[in-house]
């Protein structure tokens, strides 16, 4: 399964490399991928069925108890159908959808490594190996918000999303570290034993919350929502993978994975209802005064992950039987109101609702597909929502305290979210068709296909609830819940509570849509909130800390190299001096100095002559030359002390550097004679400063014998391991390879800043 | 004045083609020492596993090469040895290095396990993953180097 995923990476990158070479109507077949997966995952069903969870152990790095094992139990499976399922869809969808863009080959090679990235979170059950695949779906989906990366809009919500999700990334770190530290594994399903003792731990409420703030940023919970409706400026596709079955449901998964672990009973509870009782009225509430019918499914969308994290809070069998419903209701309408929102924009290229109607008589089949998401989505009897709703009423019913307040508000935000569904899903269809500027574009096969999918399975789940029942959501509450349950779903509930409730939302939500044209006008009113919305605050602390950076760049990083320079060796001679001196019995041992050998002696005097050319000379090229002759007199002193390796890289790079200089030796300021004596009193003081200390050091280290067993290691073992008889090369690209790679990774960046850097002064000098 | 312009034109032109002829000598010797330190680069890179040397020096080797070409002749000609520039080498030397890394991988075996050929290959001995991370490196270094170098050059 670990090849799988690696597979999905590996043609996500031959898919950007081949450029142009594919042709647009050859990227259908693309599908196929997400396809074979889905049947793939749907091949492990009945082997999930029978046996609860299937383990597939690979080795990573077994050292440090980090490993790829990956493991499949119903609610990675309902997960991973979700992944794969919507996925072809949208890759199907994205084919037509982009066809004409340049890019297409990019936007395929960031979804693939977006669904690999989602597909390995949902399998791992290592804590590193689930971290890692957060922060590569948080990348990944940088790249796909960022698509349209020519418009400044799309570039900030990329940003945004980049840095709440990351920053929420970096809280869910710490406190997976804090909790291999107490439970002693990285693996969760080893961890499950100990779920007692780590809820009794003094680090249990820390350990929750910043596992807590990780879910809640990529899960768009207030108050980290903001990025959710910003980052709409991603094509449609993307947003309807990302906000329907993806990137957002991330949180959810964590939370429901650590549900048998981490529910306390208190604050569990407590904090996940009131965030998500929070999240799912803020949300309904924002939704329905949008006119960009994106920014209304994006609303809606925080609106429904606040709902369920709402029900895993509550807690109860019903509660998660509810979000594990609800995971999947959401799922399927709110992709399927997305890509209708796609095809209208295909259309009529406008996203304004009070713009567009009377599409029915150009797009029948997308009309009628689009109301069935609508109805589901607003809990009309015989569409799957109308059983998710059902139960969450039946949960919050049942809840021993404030159950009038959370039902209450579980019928305010259905019945929003409903309507604000109509405007998105049903309004754009209705009415007389206004006259736009270019002719309407009717949509094709290939972009109403997915679309119809989509709604029927909405519909068939909503009158057959138990092909998605017995077959998938039991298998995924078990894993949730650690037990078998009596609930199934059903289509009837008969007369009670419940109903009256379904009801009154039902005509809640009609009221809200027909005369939705009076409460709209005051939207601006809506919009001022926003100064006062965590976005705002953000952004400000955000500000404030580039004021600083400015001010703190401006009094250390002035521009003059050379305080640089006195900065650093000044700051290191007084820590290490210090170190030196109170920590290490001071003794000197002269004996060794006395065997100095004539080359030896010629060398030291070399240098002694190079130094006082570079300090005495008026000419850079000297200088320069001088400071060249310094280095290459190391490079003797490595040769003669048996450092081969070392001589030969301190000579190529004495070359360069030499080059370096004598390229910009014209270019640099006019040189510099200090004859201030204050000047050259303090630069003296500071060299004889470090110089001695460095000497006393060396001196030091003479009568300490060198603890010898990491030398003898790999003297001994760099044949008969790594095959190589050289110790520094085979140290460089065998034992330390990780160190090695890393290191060309920092050259490349630091490649890439100059690069850019001399770029960009080229471009300003040639724009003025 | 306008003689007078014409005149540093001419004067102009005389420089360049003066400038030109003046490096007759060290243009000549690249001719020769470019193929030589290139090969010295590769030389260096293979035996870094047994002997001294490896990818880094042999990179900064092969850079050298390149340095010495954009001085004889000019920055221009030197990128036009490249079919579309140094940077790529880049990223072409990383995926080298990660995917030699990442074989043993497939093979079931740890990330960065080294594997070898059971045979020598003729000329460059025992090949093994290690050698073609090695490769890696050398080409990183030599892109990296020849990207700051160069465009330090375009630059001033």
């Known amino acids: 399964m670990v090849s799988i995923v690696v597979v999905v990476f590996v043609i996500s990158f031959l898919i950007l490399m081949s450029g142009k070479t594919i042709l647009p109507k050859f990227y259908k077949l693309f599908s196929l991928i997400p396809f074979t997966?889905?049947?793939?995952?749907?091949?492990?069903?009945?082997?999930?069925?029978?046996?609860?969870?299937?383990?597939?152990?690979?080795?990573?790095?077994?050292?440090?108890?980090?490993?790829?094992?990956?493991?499949?139990?119903?609610?990675?499976?309902?997960?991973?159908?979700?992944?794969?399922?919507?996925?072809?869809?949208?890759?199907?969808?994205?084919?037509?959808?982009?066809?004409?863009?340049?890019?297409?080959?990019?936007?395929?090679?960031?979804?693939?490594?977006?669904?690999?990235?989602?597909?390995?979170?949902?399998?791992?059950?290592?804590l590193i190996s689930i971290f890692v695949f957060w922060e590569l779906t948080s990348l990944s989906s940088f790249f796909l918000i960022g698509f349209n990366n020519e418009e400044e809009d799309s570039r900030i919500s990329a940003k945004r999303a980049f840095l709440v999700t990351g920053l929420g990334g970096f809280f869910m770190l710490a406190g997976f570290m804090l909790l291999a530290n107490i439970?002693?594994?990285?693996?969760?399903?080893?961890?499950?034993?100990?779920?007692?003792?780590?809820?009794?731990?003094?680090?249990?409420?820390?350990?929750?919350?910043?596992?807590?703030?990780?879910?809640?940023?990529?899960?768009?919970?207030?108050?980290?929502?903001?990025?959710?409706?910003?980052?709409?400026?991603?094509?449609?596709?993307?947003?309807?993978?990302?906000?329907?079955?993806?990137?957002?449901?991330?949180?959810?998964?964590?939370?429901?994975?650590?549900?048998?672990?981490?529910?306390?009973?208190?604050?569990?509870?407590?904090?996940?209802?009131?965030?998500?009782?929070?999240?799912?009225?803020?949300?309904?509430?924002?939704?329905?005064?949008?006119?960009?019918?994106?920014?209304?499914?994006?609303?809606?969308?925080?609106?429904?992950?606040?709902?369920?994290?709402?029900?895993?809070?509550?807690?109860?069998?019903?509660?998660?039987?509810?979000?594990?419903?609800?995971?999947?209701?959401?799922?399927?309408?709110?992709?399927?109101?997305?890509?209708?929102?796609?095809?209208?924009?295909?259309?009529?290229?406008?996203?304004?609702?009070?713009?567009?109607?009377?599409?029915?008589?150009?797009?029948?089949?997308?009309?009628?597909?689009?109301?069935?998401?609508?109805?589901?989505?607003?809990?009309?009897?015989?569409?799957?929502?109308?059983?998710?709703?059902?139960?969450?009423?039946?949960?919050?019913?049942?809840?021993?305290?404030?159950?009038?307040?959370?039902?209450?508000l579980a019928v305010a935000t259905n019945a929003l979210v409903g309507a604000a569904g109509f405007l998105a899903g049903i309004k754009p269809f209705l009415g007389k068709l206004p006259t736009y500027e270019k002719p309407v574009e009717v949509p094709n096969l290939v972009l109403w296909l997915p679309l119809l999918i989509l709604s029927s399975l909405c519909i068939l789940f909503g009158v057959f609830p138990g092909i998605a029942d017995r077959n998938l959501l039991s298998f995924a509450f078990d894993a949730v819940y650690q037990g078998e349950t009596e609930i199934y779903l059903k289509v009837w509930h008969g007369f009670n509570q419940v109903l009256v409730l379904s009801l009154i939302t039902i005509g809640l939500t009609l009221v809200?849509?027909?005369?939705?044209?009076?409460?709209?006008?005051?939207?601006?009113?809506?919009?001022?909130?926003?100064?006062?919305?965590?976005?705002?605050?953000?952004?400000?602390?955000?500000?404030?800390?580039?004021?600083f950076g400015f001010i703190y760049t401006r009094l250390l990083h002035n521009g003059y190299l050379r305080n640089y320079v006195l900065v650093i060796i000044v700051f290191i001679t007084a820590l290490v001096g210090y170190r030196f001196f109170t920590s290490i019995p001071f003794a000197l041992e002269m004996k060794s100095i006395n065997h100095f050998k004539f080359h030896e002696l010629t060398l030291f005097l070399l240098i002694l002559t190079a130094i006082i050319f570079v300090l005495r000379t008026n000419s850079k090229l000297i200088a320069v030359a001088s400071l060249g002759v310094i280095g290459f007199a190391m490079c003797l002193i490595f040769v003669l002390y048996g450092a081969p390796d070392l001589a030969m890289t301190q000579f190529s790079i004495d070359i360069l550097t030499v080059v370096l200089f004598v390229l910009v030796l014209y270019k640099l300021p006019h040189f510099l004679t200090i004859k201030n004596k204050k000047v050259i009193g303090r630069d003296a003081l500071v060299s004889v400063c470090f110089g001695g200390l460095i000497m006393l050091i060396a001196m030091e280290s003479l009568l300490f014998p060198a603890d010898k067993t990491l030398s003898r290691f790999y003297a001994e073992n760099t044949y008969v391991l790594a095959k190589g008889k050289n110790v520094v090369n085979v140290i460089l690209v065998d034992f330390r390879g990780f160190d090695t790679m890393i290191e060309s990774i920092v050259l490349t960046i630091a490649a890439l800043g100059v690069f850019g850097l001399l770029k960009y002064n080229a471009i300003n000098e040639e724009a003025d | 004045m306008q003689s007078m312009k014409k005149q540093t034109k001419k004067e102009k032109k005389e420089n360049q083609t003066f400038k030109e002829f003046?490096?007759?000598?060290?243009?000549?010797?690249?001719?020769?020492?470019?193929?030589?330190?290139?090969?010295?680069?590769?030389?260096?890179?293979?035996?870094?596993?047994?002997?001294?040397?490896?990818?880094?020096?042999?990179?900064?080797?092969?850079?050298?090469?390149?340095?010495?070409?954009?001085?004889?002749?000019?920055?221009k000609k030197t990128l036009s040895l490249f079919k579309t520039s140094p940077k790529f080498l880049i990223p072409i030397g990383l995926s080298i290095s990660f995917l030699s890394a990442f074989l043993p991988v497939l093979k079931g075996k740890p990330f960065f396990t080294s594997l070898w050929s059971s045979k020598p290959v003729a000329v460059i001995g025992s090949v093994g993953t290690a050698s073609f991370f090695d490769l890696g490196v050398y080409l990183v270094v030599l892109g990296v180097t020849l990207t700051i170098l160069l465009s330090i050059k375009e630059n001033v």
């Open chain 1, 37 to 126: 997966l889905f049947f793939y995952f749907l091949y492990y069903l009945s082997q999930v069925h029978s046996e609860g969870e299937i383990i597939l152990k690979h080795q990573w790095i077994p050292l440090l108890g980090i490993d790829l094992n990956f493991r499949l139990d119903g609610l990675s499976l309902l997960f991973s159908l979700l992944i794969s399922g919507i996925g072809t869809l949208i890759y199907f969808y994205a084919s037509d959808y982009l066809k004409h863009s340049v890019y297409i080959n990019r936007f395929f090679c960031y979804l693939g490594m977006f669904m690999g990235s989602m597909l390995g979170l949902v399998l791992s059950d290592n």
């Open chain 1, 183 to 408: 439970s002693g594994t990285f693996s969760i399903h080893e961890m499950m034993n100990s779920s007692e003792f780590i809820q009794q731990h003094a680090y249990f409420l820390p350990i929750l919350i910043l596992i807590f703030l990780g879910a809640f940023t990529k899960s768009a919970q207030f108050p980290f929502h903001f990025w959710l409706p910003s980052a709409m400026a991603a094509p449609t596709p993307v947003s309807a993978y990302l906000h329907s079955a993806t990137m957002v449901k991330a949180g959810i998964y964590i939370l429901a994975r650590f549900w048998p672990l981490l529910n306390d009973g208190l604050y569990w509870n407590q904090i996940l209802m009131w965030v998500g009782g929070i999240t799912m009225i803020y949300g309904a509430f924002h939704s329905i005064f949008r006119v960009d019918i994106k920014a209304i499914l994006a609303y809606t969308t925080i609106s429904a992950l606040g709902i369920i994290v709402f029900l895993l809070g509550i807690g109860t069998e019903l509660a998660v039987y509810a979000a594990v419903t609800f995971v999947l209701i959401h799922a399927l309408y709110k992709a399927a109101l997305f890509l209708t929102a796609g095809i209208i924009q295909h259309a009529v290229h406008l996203r304004d609702i009070s713009k567009i109607a009377g599409l029915w008589k150009y797009m029948p089949v997308v009309a009628i597909a689009s109301l069935i998401a609508a109805l589901s989505g607003a809990g009309i009897p015989l569409t799957f929502g109308f059983i998710g709703k059902d139960l969450i009423y039946e949960t919050t019913l049942q809840l021993p305290k404030w159950a009038l307040l959370f039902t209450g």
């Open chain 1, 512 to 547: 809200l849509f027909v005369f939705n044209r009076y409460y709209r006008k005051i939207l601006n009113q809506v919009e001022e909130l926003e100064n006062f919305s965590p976005q705002h605050i953000l952004e400000s602390a955000a500000y404030a800390v580039q004021r």
């Open chain 2, 22 to 75: 003046d490096l007759i000598i060290l243009k000549t010797a690249t001719n020769y020492l470019i193929p030589l330190l290139l090969m010295a680069s590769i030389f260096v890179m293979l035996r870094g596993h047994n002997l001294s040397g490896g990818g880094f020096v042999g990179g900064l080797i092969a850079s050298i090469a390149f340095v010495l070409h954009s001085f004889a002749h000019s920055t």
